[in-house]
């Protein structure tokens, strides 16, 4: 038995926990017969196995192996990778279906799973369909003939059709940090091939994380790359979460260029391919960013956070990109449609080569007084309940008007102000940004007045 009801894995994108509390072995392996089950039932044979490179991956990896074999599924082996490849390896390999074991930026004791069927990154009630149908497992008996593991290696394939994808109008010098996370068995190697000198940051893949948590939505995860820009000839920095499915960029002068503000430059490129073209953004980014869009001649659509939930946003509506705060970046055209921290990265150097002064594009980028974003850490189901009292009152008095999407996102002629549910951990989510310091001070002023009201005893981040 796990000491956490185990339903409690099973989150919004994706599947994460503790090791081996709540993930172990067994987990693995009823997670993976499950899986296989699925995918027979949608008429696939085989499904992709990825793993990062955390201290419990291989062994989690192993077992959900031997669950999908069981259930008579082939398991196309691809190793110790970033969860892009796993996403890669699904549409070029043909199977739609593909599990990445990951705990992406969580605590090095935590671990998880990402799981691809048909085509599309699960979510929501997909991922509760996985919880389900390893509940209903029981006895059921193994499959008359059990499934083949087969060892594959997708880094040339991956590595050939970005190469044929990227063109750099003159080579660059860029600094790379993967934080010790998968990212780093491919990305050197990666933006060499494309005709960069790279010089690399912790990239020994080491699940330890010895140097910095891998998160570059953190700030403070991203001095030492910032420190080495500013010692540095390099022209433009890239980090990388744990599992590299999302981007961080510093400038040569040190400055953090927040993904949002690449999301413009991204929308600018493409929506001159498709103009008129669909872009969707999530409720955390800056208000820049739908008035740039449709300034470059697209249709902005603002939309809730969530990779997953992301990607399906894009297929639905048949845009060609969509980008989050958080880093994660999904390309449609001339990409798949899956977010993927390594491709933007190389989608952003083609833009930067193209300009005498990388510096001078990222910083010229409109942008306002913004915080990173903040978390009120809350006791299991209160996030919620919070938000859902914060709609209720919506008594922003300077605001032109109330988003409701993903939580409260109060929109005023010089800023916004954000709370949302995590869906990934037990807190209530904050952002803002103004004009001017005068404008954000006010609104945070309007926000902390309701939240001190609402929640007079949760200890308040701004």
Known sequence: MHSTPADSVFKAYDIRGLVPAQIDANFAWRLGRAVGRL?????????????DGR??????????????????????????????????????????????????????????????????????????????????????????????RRAIDM??????????????ERPMRIAVDCGSGAGGVIAARLYETLGCDVECLFCDVDGHFPHHHPDPSVPRNLVDLQNHLRASHCDVGLAFDGDADRLGVVARNGETIWPDRLLILFARDVLRRHPGATVIYDVKCSRHVGREIRAAGGCPLM???????????????????????????????????????????????EILSRAPDATAVLRGLPSGVATPELKIALRAGEPPALIARLRADAAFPTAERIVTIDGVRAEYADGFGLARASNTTSAVTLRFEGDTPRALARIQNEFRTVLRRLAPDATLPF
């Open 155 to 168: 880094f040339d394939a991956y590595v050939d059709r970005i190469r044929g994808d990227i063109t750099l």
């Open 55 to 148: 201290l419990s991956s291989p062994m989690l990896a192993a077992a959900l192996i031997d669950g999908l074999l069981m259930e008579g599924v082939d398991a196309l082996d691809i190793g110790l990778v970033p969860t892009p490849l796993v996403y890669f390896a699904t549409h070029t390999l043909g199977t739609g279906s593909g599990v990445m074991v990951t705990g992406s930026h969580n605590p090095a004791d935590q671990n998880g799973f990402k799981v691809t069927m048909m085509g599309r990154t699960l979510h929501g009630t997909g991922i509760q369909a996985i919880g389900e149908a390893m509940s209903a497992l029981g006895g059921h008996p193994a499959a008359a003939t059990a499934g083949t």
């Open 303 to 349: 939309w809730k956070t969530g990779h997953s939930i992301m990607e399906a946003k894009l297929a639905a509506s048949g845009a060609p990109l969509a980008g989050e705060l958080s880093g994660h970046v999904f390309f449609k055209d001339r990409w798949y449609g899956f977010d993927d921290g390594l491709y933007a990265g190389a989608r952003l150097l």
């Open 39 to 51: 995918a027979r039932r949608q008429g696939t044979n085989s499904v992709i196995a990825g793993r």
